[in-house]
C-alpha cells in the first residue's frame, strides 16, 4: 500500500502553481447573496416553463456543464457492502442524471445547486480547448473503529484525496476525464491503512442533431472491507476496468440506443497475503434500449440486455465449480425531466445469470436502479439514488452475491461561502445458495467554508453501522474529520 503513497503526492504537488484569481459567477452556484438567488428564483422557473421542449443546442449546451466521467450511477455515493470506499462528492449524482436525460429531453437545468460553496468556484487551467481542474484535500481526525471490523481499535487518521478533472470546450462533442485518489493512513494502526483510485475518461460524439456516439473507459481500485465474506478468502485489493461503447439514435418519437460493455474484476493480494486469482471474471454485455421522445415531463424507456460472465481460471474453488455464466437482463422505467425542479431516471427490472455448473443456482434477483436531483429552492438540492449490482464470488456452493444499496443526500447553501450538507444510505447484501446477509447503514454530515477564493476549510462526520448473518462479524464504525481543501 505504500507504493500507493507516491503517486498521491505528485497529484497534491500541482497545487504549487500559481493561482490565478478567481471572479465569481452570478448565477445559483455563484451568487454573492444568496437572497438576491431566492428573489431570480420565479424568474428562473418562469424561463424554464417557456423552453420546456429547446433545441439540440441547447441541448449539447446544458450538457457541456457537466463532467460526464465523474458522473455517478446507482447508488455509490455513501458506499455500498463489501468495499471500502470514499464517500463521492454530492455533484457527481447530478452529473450521472444530466448524462441520463435522452439525447433529445430538457436535459438538467444550469441553475440546480450544485451542493458546493462558490465563493472558491474553480477557474481551472486552460489548456488549448480544455480547462483543468486540479483540486487537493488534506485531512485528519479520529475513528474509533479504524480497522472497520469486529476487533478493531481507535485511533488517529490523516486523508489526502487528490482530484483532477479535465473538459473539453468545443462547440459540439465532449471529452471529460477524472482522476481521484484517497489514502487515509492510520498511525497508530499501520495495517489499518486504506487507498482507493478512480479514473474515467468519455468521449462524446454529436454526429448530427440526432445522433450521438460515446465511448468510455474507467478503472477503480479498492480494498475489500475485513467484516465481508468475501474477505476470509484472504483477498485484499479489488481492480476493476471497465469499457463500453454505444451510439443513441433520435427519430420522431423514439429514441434507440445500442450498446457495448466488458467489465473485467481482478483480485489482488498485499505482500505476505493469499491472492486468489480464480476469482479474476469478466463481464460482457450487449443492450438495446428505447426511450420515448415525446418531450414530456415523464417519459417511459425499455431496455434489454444479453450477459456473458467469463472466469479465468476454469476451477473457481475446492469443489471445481465452474462459474462461467450466461444471461440476460429485462429493465422498464420512466425518465423525469422537470425543467430546473427534478430531473432523474427510475428503472425496474429483473436479472439472471445461469452458472455452467449444475451444482450451482442461477444467480437471478430483482434489478432497481435510478438517480434523482429534486432542486426545492435555488439554494438547496436533494439528491436520492438506488442501486443493484451482481457479484462474482469463489465462496463454495454460493452461485455469487446481490447488493441492494439506496441513498438520499441533502446539500443547502447558507452564503455563497458556507454550506452544509448531511445523508443517510444503506445497502443490504444477499448470497445466492448459502445463507449468508449483510447489510451496512451509514450517516453523514459535514460542512464547508470557503476561507478564500483558493482555499476552504472542510469537517465532516460519519457513522457506520455494518450487521451479518455470520458470527463475529457485526461492527460499528464513528469518524469525525477536518482539514483544508486547495482547488485552483
Not at 462558490?118 to 480497522?147: C, E, K
Not at 446477509?437 to 462526520?461: C, H, K, P, R
Request: charged share 20%; aromatic share 8%; hydrophobic share 35%.
Amino acid at each position: 500500500m505504500r507504493r500507493i503513497l507516491p503517486l498521491f503526492v505528485c497529484f497534491a504537488a500541482l497545487q504549487v502553481a500559481p493561482a490565478a484569481a478567481q471572479t465569481a459567477v452570478t448565477d445559483l452556484r455563484g451568487s454573492g447573496d444568496p437572497a438576491d438567488a431566492l428573489d431570480a428564483e420565479d424568474t428562473a422557473d418562469q424561463a424554464a416553463n417557456s423552453q420546456s421542449n429547446p433545441t439540440q443546442a441547447n441541448v449539447f449546451a446544458l450538457r457541456r456543464t457537466l463532467n460526464a466521467a465523474a458522473a455517478e450511477t446507482g447508488s455509490t455515493g455513501l458506499g455500498t457492502n463489501g468495499r471500502v470506499t470514499p464517500i463521492r462528492p454530492f455533484s457527481d449524482r447530478i452529473a450521472a442524471v444530466g448524462r441520463a436525460v435522452p439525447v433529445s429531453g430538457p436535459g438538467l437545468d444550469t441553475s440546480v445547486f450544485g451542493g458546493d460553496t462558490t465563493f472558491d468556484a474553480a477557474d481551472g487551467i486552460r489548456l488549448g480547448s480544455f480547462t483543468l481542474v486540479p483540486q487537493v484535500t488534506f485531512m485528519t481526525g479520529y475513528s474509533d473503529n479504524t480497522a472497520q471490523s469486529a476487533d478493531g481499535t481507535a485511533g488517529g487518521l490523516y486523508r489526502i484525496s487528490p482530484d483532477i478533472s479535465l473538459t473539453s470546450g468545443w462547440s459540439r462533442h465532449q471529452f471529460d476525464a477524472s482522476l481521484r485518489g484517497t489514502y487515509t493512513g492510520y498511525p497508530e494502526n499501520s495495517d489499518d491503512n486504506d487507498a482507493s483510485i478512480f479514473a474515467a475518461a468519455n468521449l462524446r460524439l454529436d454526429v448530427s442533431e440526432a445522433t450521438q456516439v460515446t465511448t468510455g473507459l474507467a478503472y477503480t481500485f479498492t480494498r475489500e472491507e475485513d467484516g465481508s465474506a468475501e474477505s476470509a478468502s484472504g483477498t485484499d485489493n479489488v481492480h476493476q476496468l471497465s469499457g463500453s461503447l454505444s451510439a443513441t439514435r433520435s427519430v420522431g418519437l423514439l429514441a434507440a440506443t445500442a450498446a457495448l460493455g466488458a467489465d473485467r474484476s481482478i483480485y489482488t493480494a498485499d505482500e505476505g497475503g493469499t491472492t486468489n486469482s480464480d476469482r479474476d471474471n469478466t463481464l460482457y454485455s450487449a443492450s438495446l434500449r428505447l426511450d420515448a421522445n415525446t418531450g414530456s415531463v415523464i417519459a417511459p424507456f425499455v431496455e434489454g440486455s444479453l450477459l456473458l460472465r467469463r472466469f479465468e481460471e476454469a476451477c473457481n474453488d475446492s469443489l471445481c465449480e465452474n462459474r462461467d455464466a450466461n444471461g440476460y437482463e429485462l429493465r422498464g422505467g420512466v425518465t423525469i425531466a422537470s425543467g430546473p425542479k427534478m430531473n432523474g431516471e427510475v428503472g425496474v427490472g429483473w436479472r439472471i445469470e445461469d452458472i455452467d455448473d449444475d451444482r450451482l443456482d442461477s444467480l437471478s434477483g430483482l434489478v432497481i436502479d435510478g438517480s434523482l436531483v429534486w432542486s426545492p429552492s435555488r439554494l438547496t438540492s436533494v439528491t436520492a439514488g438506488l442501486g443493484t449490482s451482481f457479484e462474482a464470488t469463489d465462496i463454495d456452493g454460493a452461485s455469487g452475491s446481490i447488493i441492494y444499496s439506496g441513498d438520499i443526500r441533502l446539500a443547502h447553501a447558507f452564503s455563497d461561502r458556507l454550506v452544509g450538507e448531511t445523508g443517510v444510505g444503506y445497502s443490504y447484501r444477499t448470497y445466492e445458495g448459502i445463507s449468508i446477509e449483510e447489510s451496512t447503514l451509514t450517516g453523514f454530515g459535514g460542512v464547508t467554508f470557503a476561507l478564500t477564493q483558493n482555499v476552504a476549510i472542510t469537517a465532516d462526520y460519519s457513522h457506520r453501522r455494518f450487521d451479518s448473518s455470520e458470527s463475529g462479524s457485526d461492527y460499528s464504525e464513528n469518524a469525525i474529520e477536518a482539514g483544508l481543501r486547495f482547488r485552483h
